[in-house]
Structures are given as C-alpha cells and as structure tokens.
C-alpha cells in the first residue's frame, strides 16, 4: 500500500545545499594570491568582506583569513593582528588558558604567534573555522534603515536564544577565570541557523597584558557589555550609534515590544548591581532558566531531527558501497573469455541484474531513467529478500528467474573471488 | 601532503552499526504472528521482553508493540491495556490534550481507541515508536547485585543529565495543565545514548477519569515521583524495594557519593515544601539551572558532531547519485553499434573512465579493488577539476590524456541524449 517515495531517500534539499555551499566555501582557493604562507599554514584566502580598516575593537587593524594547516590537513581561521610588537613573551601564554575553553557558543582558540611574513610585525591568533559564518552586525545592522527597507525587528525568541548562547560562554569562561572581553556585536558571530559563537577571546589579554585589570572587574564589564549588544539587537541600534544622550528613549521604548522579563533581564546586565550585591554569571542563569530549558529542548529536537536526517544518508551510504561493488565485478576485461566470468557462466546473472537495475527501456525501447527504481532495486539487493525477479538476457533468447537473495550471494561470492590472496584488499567496502 | 583518507569518507564504525541495528528493528517482522492487525496498524511485533504480566503501574495488564500504519507507512508504538472497558467517552478524549505536548523529553501521544481484536474488550494509545530502546528499570535495574556482579553507580553528571530532561518534560507538561502521573524508572525509556522520554503519558487520564483529582494535586504527586524516581536510581534501589523502613538510611548514604546541590535537589523534589510555598517545576528549574546550562552546551557539542557527520555523508550520497549516471550511461545495449555510443564515439570515452576507476590491476595483472581509488576518482569527477588522467583502450592500441573536467560535461551530456524529450526523467538525480 504505502511506497517510500525516492525523496524520502535524500536530504531536503535545503539542508543539501547548505551543506554543498559549506563544503565549498571551505575548500576555497584563492588563484595568483598575494598572500604568504605563515607557520604552518598555507592557502590563505581573507575573509573580511567590507575591506575598511577598523580598528575600534583591539585598538590595532586585524584581518580574519581561512588557511589550511600543513600539519593535519584542516582548516583554520587566522586573525592577524597588524603592526602589533610583541614586547613581553609571557603576553602570549595566556592563550594558553583560553585552550581550556571548550564550549558550544565560543570558537575554540587554538594557538598564537608572531610573524614578519607579512612585512610587519603582526600577531596571529589560530581559531576554529566555521564556513560561511557572519558577524552579528552584518546579520542586524547592515540593511539600510529607511521607509523603503526598514530594519526588521529581532523577535523575543531570537533574542532570547541569543542571551542563553552568550550566557553559555560567559559561564564557561568565568569559570575558567577568565573574561571574554571584546563582547561585541561585530565579534559574535553567526556559525549555524540561529548558532552564535564569540569569535575575538584571548585577544585583548594578549594585546592589553601590560594595563592588566583585576579578573573581577573584567568579569563585572562582560556582563555589562552582554547587556549592551542585548539593547543594540533588541533595539536594531549599531553600537556606534547608541550614546549617553539616546540610550535612555532607546530603553523605554523596549517595552512597548518585548516581554518584561526580557527588557528586566537587559537592564539586569546593564546596570549596577543593588547595594552591596556582586552581579555573577552564575546568578543571572537562575533569572533565565525557564529560557535556557526552552533552548535545551529546542536543540533536543534538532538533534532528532539530525539524527533521521543522517540515518537516511546512511542508508544512501551503504548503496553507494554496493554500486561500487558492483562496479568493480562487471566487463572486468581481465576475465574475458574465463567460464566462470563469461557470458553463461555465473558472473552473467550479475551481469543481467546491472542491465535490470540501470538499463530498463519503456514498451518503445526509449531508456527509462528513475531512481526510485534504482534504490528500490538495490535496497532489496542489500537486504536479501527472497523476492524473485526475471532477468532476460540481450538477446531476449533466454530469461532467469533468481531472488534478491541468490543475487546477494553471487555478488559476494564474486567480490571475494577478486579479492582472493590479496592482503588489505577491499578496504572501505 | 596531506591526503584524506577512505574513512574520513565515512561514518564512524560505531555509528554506522548503531543506525544500522536501528533500522533493522524499525524493520523487523515477525513471520506467523498470531497477533491481529488493529484499526489501521499491521504487522504487530511485541516489544515486551519479559513475558510477565505485571499491572502495578496501570492496575491493569499492558502490552507493547511495534506496528505499521496503512495510513502513513510510518512505524508507531501501541500500548495495550488490557481487559479494560471504556465506561465514559469522554475519557478517551482526554487524550486529544497530550496532542498537544511537543517536548523532545516526552515521547508523542497520536491517539487511543478500544478493540475487540484481542478476543477481550483493550484500549490502545498510540505513541512514537523509538527503536531499540530500553526502560530505565531494563537499564539501571536488571544486573543481579552480588559480590561478583556489583550494580554499578550511576555517576553524578548522568543523574543530572536526567534531572534535566525529566524537568523538561514535567515543564511542558504541567505548563499545558497536565500532568505526568506515571513517573516510574519502568516508564521512562531511554531512546539514544543519555537521552530519556516519558514513554506511557496520557494513560491515567483516561483508566482513572471517572476517579480524576486535583490537578494541583497531580502535579505536586509529580514531583514527588520525580523525587523518588532519583533517588532509586541515585541509590541503585528499583522502586518495589524501596520503603519506608529503608528510606531514611538510604537518603543519608547519597551524600556519601554525590554532591551536597544533587542530594539537596533531590530531597526538596521529594519532601513537602516549606510552610506556605507551593513547590512548582519552575521553582526547580531555577535551583538547576546551571546544569540545565550544561546539558544545553553538551547538546551544542552533540548537534555540532552530527552536524559535521552529516556532511561527511552528504557527500556520500553525491558519489552515489554519480554513480547511478554513470550506471545509466555505460553498457546500454540499444545503443550498440550508434556511432556515438561506440567503441570509438564520444561515449567510449566514459567507459574507459569506468574501467579506470573501478578495474585497476596491479603490475601483475591481478585485479585492484581499493575503495580509496574510487572515492577519489568520484570527487575529481564531481568537481570537475582541470586534472588529466590517461585512459587505455583494453586492447592497449590507444590511450587518451583527458581532463576530469572534460569527462564531467561528456558524461553530462550523455546523461542528457538518455532524457531527451521524455517528461518527469531523471527523476531523483
Ligand atoms: N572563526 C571563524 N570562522 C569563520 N569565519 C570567521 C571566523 N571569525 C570571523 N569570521 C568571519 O570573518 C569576517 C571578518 O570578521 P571581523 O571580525 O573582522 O568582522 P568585521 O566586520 O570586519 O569587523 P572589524 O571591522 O572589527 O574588522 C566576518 O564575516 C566573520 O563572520
Ligand atoms: N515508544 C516506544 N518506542 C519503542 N519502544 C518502547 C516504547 N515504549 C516502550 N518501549 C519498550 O517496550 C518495552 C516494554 O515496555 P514496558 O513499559 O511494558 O516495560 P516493562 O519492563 O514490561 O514494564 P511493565 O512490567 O510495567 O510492563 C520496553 O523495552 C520499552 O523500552
Ligand atoms: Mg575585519
Ligand atoms: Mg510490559
């Protein structure tokens, strides 16, 4: 009665293509670059997309590129500082402590180092590479804000995603003594439909090491700077445009838009603590944690939802396994004219059975081109049944009769025939 | 350098072989089976390993099976009451309110309807079916307990992690004015590695709807249960031995073990609330909530292993669609002796690829069977790189030097001629 449909045998298509784009965006090459190799790592291709030098975040002009360690094969991103001298080696250990950071919604800091490569004195820092990711600015603030395209607003649930991820960082990172420290809209960025990560830490405890601030105040300061991207995003304001004179009508006009518990939660951050009281990450995850559940099962179901998605890919997996089994045991010319391989022998039924599953022709001897019919074929193939099909041979003068099972069992014993008294023959199959 | 290797092609092992196991229980049927279909399920497998009748949770006899729907083709689970007689019908609809609970620590109620199938007046509820899974009791429960069979302690972090989800659940549910009512290791299934469901929700409503309580009531007993539910797993004590002679001796041993939050946490789900509170799954949310955050960030860390899991197999089912082309293309029998497909036409070309890819010999002639070689061939292929290989005709007279990129568009085109001007082919490539 019911037939899975060959779609159901395929990703979404959406999902496919992001993942298509995703993989090549990581594989990018740039041709006839300028570019030097530094360290180990060679195929720098840049990623700052607006090619303005700013440099109101460190204090120094970085550029962001992706590049390929020669050392394990993966790709990176490197954040290069520019014109920075280094003067005190013990700056750069503090990256160090940020290696034992491993959290979800913070990129993983891997390493730095200084470089002349580029003609400068530049530090790099060696991040996680997360492909076609974007900055929260250029997610929120970059349309252009007016009656034609108005910014749109960020919905409550958004938001709130948002402070959970920002949350889950801060807290890792507190915990570990450290402060993430350049909270900025331009430096979280957008890894995943809805996945934010901060992109910049251990940057400024290298660059600032010698103005170093007591740890609590920092901490005191990342919560603050929390609760400021909060009210830039909530209220569709770049940091740069949000000042002492606005910022007041800025808050007020929250309310008319979003919950009270989330405008109480912003100005939470924002704010001094009442008298005597120390604000902590720690205390803030109490006043959330009806939203952090919310998320916790958000991400429960997406992890289902991954988890069909691959099972089918699995089983796209495994009949790709199978085609090149096949693949491998038919018109092998080294057989040619060997009983066993030849046209009545018993590799012929193999034979037929590829003609059946690719080469159907219609009552008009057109070729009939389905896929379902493929993976139908092969899927009965791979679990044995005893289902029997007819196979004709060319010439039409004579037909067999065989399950799915026979079938199977020929097929292996024919593969293992060509791989007879090979050492590490057949790997991957 | 760096070459990849034929595994990272593919899944992991472990993975493969769980997915695998999964569907084949998904698919599993039982020849002669005596049981009925039911409304429109088919193909009943029970799920009930041990053949003891029991009815302490529901005070009557219940059954699990596995069954088909004929209105979806989708595999559902079915439990069956026993001997139990629908008095009210307005309890049967009560169900209709578990529809609405989409909680990723619940397992989905669909429906519920009597039958006489069974030779005897059942109710059956309808949930999703989750493969191979086991109960909390089946898990935490069975190993005989002697000295040379200790049970083993359920470690800190897995009891948070399941304080966390059943706090999921209890959340959605009594938001949704419900109510669990059977919070029992027995009914509680554990689906994927760590991740646990409330799997008989909705059954009580309806066996005991003409003695309904408070459902102030129900929702505190929930907590209790809850309570109780943790501290038997914590103390490795199934339900039915745990008293109120043993109780107290066993609480105070937790501390010994776990820490002073999980023990406190523990006794406040399992104890009246203090004089005038109300104790409500909110209030337990925020003295969680920082494990609540740290289940989130290892969900984060799961979705992001799929993720990239995932990619790797979308990449698979990009070989395996190329190779269902080139299937289609070689070979084809009503072509032989046109030009264009012949032995020295424009389609030779691809089936030299063919044996270039699948029928390498080694210097002595034997057949090369290397997954590796394929895979790699594949993605040149795909991508359609500037690469030349030289192709030999089997008889070694001529070999041509082409170019992947060149072999992409004959095979494009080829596959096109085999299309032409038929409508819906190709379908699924
Ligand atoms: N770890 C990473 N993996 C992949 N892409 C990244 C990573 N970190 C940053 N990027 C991307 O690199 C680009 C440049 O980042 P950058 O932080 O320089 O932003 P920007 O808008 O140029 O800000 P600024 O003006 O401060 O330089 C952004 O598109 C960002 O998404
Ligand atoms: N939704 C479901 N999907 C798949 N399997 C399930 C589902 N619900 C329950 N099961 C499985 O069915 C089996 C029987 O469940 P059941 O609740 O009857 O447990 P039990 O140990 O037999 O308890 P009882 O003695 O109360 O019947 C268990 O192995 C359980 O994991
Ligand atoms: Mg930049
Ligand atoms: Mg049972």
Redesign the pocket.
Known sequence: PYQRQTHDFFLPEKLREDAQRKLEAAHQVLANSALPNVDHFTSLVP????N?E?????GY????Y?AVSQENGRTY?L?RIKDFRLSNENAIRSVKEWKRVHNGSV?SVHSAFTTRRFQDSSIIFV?????????L??QHFTQTNNRYNPRTTVTEDLLWSYITQIANALRAIHKLNLAARCL?P??I???EKNRI?L??CSILDVLQYDARRPLQDLQQDDLAQFGKVMLCLASNTPPSSLNNNNAPLIMQQLSAVYSEPLVGNIMWLLFPPQSGETKTIDAFLTKISGQIMSNLDMLMHQNDGLNSTLYQEIENGRLFRLLCKLGTINERQEFDGDRQWSENGERYMIKLFRDYVFHQVDSNGQPVVDMGHIVRCLNKLDAGTEERICLTSRDDQSAFVVSYKELKKQIGSAFGELLKGRTNAGRGF
Request: with cysteine; hydrophobic share 30%.
């Open positions: 990623l700052d997309t607006n303005r700013s440099s109101t975040i460190f002009t970085s550029w962001v992706k991103c954040r990129v991040y996680d590479f997360h492909p076609l990711s974007k900055t600015s250029q900025d331009s430096k960025i957008l890894t990560r992109s910049a």
